[in-house]
């Protein structure tokens, strides 16, 4: 008996999850999906596709139920697009039916040269109208890894990695490498008359291209990214907006990773009530790791961090969720020469872990399979990702029920 029970408390044994396939509406060939959810529950996939006369197309559609889809529709196309493993387009609805989405475009000849630009739709994703790029400095430089979030019924907040302080853009994410000049971090909001307000900078010096993710608290919209401090130290900050101001970043865990570049692996975080957790990858240690932590007075402080995988197996590309029944975190590996997509969930205060599951054995080697992405709905996680056989891509879903 004893014997028993230490097994199921074991991690990875406390509970048990169920994971049924998804069937997603993207056609072969697509890839960079993303996820997010619609006032009312409905979850919106959209992902990009390659043209076959050229040039690429971000397409979504809206899922209402398990198996149930509406038409998949057209955003927005183009012959000039930067197309990216880990910088991904976002789509957000709003409380109003309006639906916001982003895209990226090249600004000039360097690689790493191009916009965030900015497209709304206010009949329900039938017709798009192009606002242009969020920034307007003008250089031909990177601007990306931007997240979207509702700042209000009729208002859409943006923030993004903002290089128009760089040197140039020549090097970039592809090869590890720092740019000439410091990235920093902005955000704005675009409401009903599609006009921008509230341009600010909230960092003046970040990680190159690592991932940004946002979050609405009690307390505010919650913006979690990976600083770069004195010494190449690339740990994660998060920042709270509380409707006037950015307040100042706080370090979510003293991992003092030391990285002389970028590693393209960006947080995730969610929030709920008064609550906050964020996600993250880290090289600090002795070897790779994914940690959580948790915060109980909406991002102002952040808890001891649990390390939830440690190895060389660990890629990150992490995503996180939360209900009322706990936190959701999802995770990429590979070992072997094979990927695995990992769910695990846990108490809101971090202590107990329900379960942890293999999601999938994905398809794919190294930065092909991009960033597995994350909805929750009815008590279930929703995950969409991208998996690449005989050099195609093309995405996959599941879905897991404690």
Excluded at 85 to 94: K, S
Excluded at 202 to 229: E, F, I, K, N, S
């Amino acid at each position: 008996m004893k014997r028993l029970l230490a097994l199921l408390l074991a991690p990875g044994l406390a509970g048990a999850a169920t994971v049924s396939p998804w069937t997603l509406p993207a056609p072969l060939g697509s890839a960079q999906p993303q996820l997010s959810t619609a006032p009312g529950g409905d979850l919106l996939l959209s992902w990009i596709e390659r043209r076959e006369a050229g040039g690429h197309r971000l397409r979504f559609a809206r899922s209402t139920g398990p198996a149930a889809w509406t038409p998949v529709r057209t955003i927005a196309e183009g012959d000039d697009w930067f197309v990216n493993w880990a910088d991904v387009p976002a789509l957000q609805a709003l409380a109003d039916g309006s639906l916001w989405a982003h895209t990226l475009v090249k600004n000039g000849d360097a690689t790493y040269a191009y916009d965030v630009r900015l497209q709304v739709s206010r009949d329900g994703g039938a017709h798009w109208r192009a606002l242009g790029a969020v920034h307007d400095d003008g250089t031909p430089t990177e601007h990306g890894f931007a997240t979207l979030w509702p700042q209000s019924a009729d208002t859409v907040g943006i923030a993004w990695l903002d290089g128009r302080n760089s040197a140039g853009a020549g090097a970039g994410h592809d090869e590890h490498a720092g740019h000439g000049g410091a990235m920093t971090l902005r955000a704005a909001r675009f409401g009903a008359d599609d006009r921008k307000s509230g341009d600010a900078q909230v960092d003046a010096m970040t990680c190159d291209c690592c991932q940004t993710d946002t979050a609405v608290g009690d307390r505010g919209v919650l913006l979690a990214y990976r600083d770069r401090a004195e010494g190449e130290i690339r740990d994660i900050q998060v920042t709270r907006y509380d409707g006037t101001a950015w307040s100042e970043p706080v370090r979510v865990h003293a991992d003092q990773w030391s990285m002389p570049a970028c590693p393209v692996n960006g947080p995730a975080i969610a929030a709920r009530g008064p609550e906050a957790w964020v996600a993250w990858y880290t090289g600090a240690g002795d070897a790779p790791s994914v940690r959580i932590a948790h915060s109980v007075d909406g991002g102002a402080r952040f808890g001891d961090m649990r390390q939830v995988a440690v190895g060389e197996a660990q890629q990150g590309r992490v995503d996180l969720a939360a209900d009322a029944g706990g936190v959701w975190m999802s995770w990429l590996q590979e070992a072997g020469g094979a990927q695995s997509l990992w769910l695990a969930r846990f108490s809101p205060g971090l202590d107990a872990e329900h379960f942890r599951v293999k999601v999938a054995d994905v398809a794919g080697r190294g930065r092909g399979t991009g960033f597995p992405r994350m909805q929750l709905r009815d008590g279930q996680a929703w995950l969409a990702w991208t998996e690449v056989v005989d050099g195609q891509p093309r995405l996959r879903g599941a879905r897991v029920r404690p």
